[in-house]
């Protein structure tokens, strides 16, 4: 099969699985409307029609190639941004850190990828990002919690910037044999993410009963993560032939994915918590915000974006 | 064509969303007012308007600050339709208050800041009478607050760029003067309501 074909059937595949999910949520609609409704199968339904728009926004960017997906990536990331720094409380004198962030830090990032400048683009921001902005906050002259809001904005750059632009840093690794697939290594791992999340809440939807860490994020069960996750890694294994792993490889690959993903679901649950709130947004309907449908991609990118460049790159 | 664009620009940038939470859009004649934090105040207020109503609101703005000939004169006069205001007491002749009352006449709806300048913080300060002084004279208009929430971080007073931060325009229940209420109480009043929505 050459991309194209890959892509088509991918994307068939894709769209097989959302009418199905579609289907089920209308009939399920329509059984709870005689009950008077239900609140989660509305959310369901929502969810699914939030998919329909997400899935084609990332065909589109395919279709439309490199730029636009990195492009997509980069306004992805400024949502992510907005919602992190929204929650967080800021002073005035954490103005120009912020303008920094948003407006340089943010697209030169992303320009790096654009440009295939790897060893610039994974250092910029751990290094000198980091330097830079508790230079710029103290500047302002405004000690006052001068560390925890340095902290914080390191904190929200680091993961909404950095971390999720390893997703698109994806068509930077050059693997033998595989030279203008990246974009399908691409959504291959943004479909074994989101899978998993997805299959994660449905079984534990259904089956869920011992809550893992109830204070930090009450619907992650152990029965939803070994169901659903065990699933995904059996979806990301059948799907082997999109990426240039054999079928044992992908299976490994998925596990790290799902359980990276896992990670991250937890730990910005943990965040987000701590800030306050329920859902860092309200632009994706039935989701939240952007940050709600991106925290298992920005711990699972980067690790697996390491893996492919270091194990299958020449 | 300028408004419009205008108010896109605003609710990409800020967000600017519109909670309805005491009222509902509606034609009636309205004094919305607001909390002050930052020169986006009125752009973010006036783009969270539904389009029919935003042709027929005017934003109240200061006329040393959005007058003159530069990008903010033409953006004040083109873009929102702004009325201006002279906050200077020596200088000017009259009543500060004429061109509103007048407005108000026309049937127009207004926007208002009765801080009377910005403030760097989450709550409105106390109201100058200006607010007082137009229900008196417009009994039947309704007066609505209006809490604009993370301006003031967004772009606080003294910087130029803004932060786009999520930022959201509540509007709260219509109040109106009661006959025998005093100027204080009223302003107090009417500053409590926007502290409520908060």
Redesign the interface.
Known sequence: MNPQEKFYWLMGGVAVLLAVASLVGWLLQRGAAHRGGSGVIDNLNARIRAWWVMVAVIAACFLLGKTATVVLFAIAS?FAL??F??LTP?R?GD?LP??VC??ILLPVQYWLISDGWYNLFAIFLPVYGFLLLPVLTAVSGDTELFLERVTKLQWGVMITVYCISYAPALLLVDVPGYSGQNLLLMIYLLLVVQISDVLQYVFGKLFGKRKIAPHVSPSKTVEGFIGGGLSAVGIGTALWWVTPFTPLQACGMAAVIVIAGFLGGLALSAVKRSLGAKDW?SMIEGHGGMLDRLDSVSFAAPVFFHLTRYFFEL | MLSHLLALLVRILVGARGFWVGCQPAATLRIYYANHTSHLDTLALWSALPADLRAKTRPVAAKDYWSGGGIRGYIARRGFNALFIDRSSDKRDGDPLLPLAEALQRGESLIIFPEGTRR?QALPSPFKSGLFHLATQFPDAELVPVYLD?L??S?????F?P????CSVRFGTPLQRHADETKDAFLERARQAIVDLA
């Open positions: 400024g907005r919602e720094v929204t800021t005035p103005h912020l303008v948003f407006y947004g | 760097a993370n003031y971080r772009m606080p007073k003294g910087t760029l932060v786009p931060l999520t």
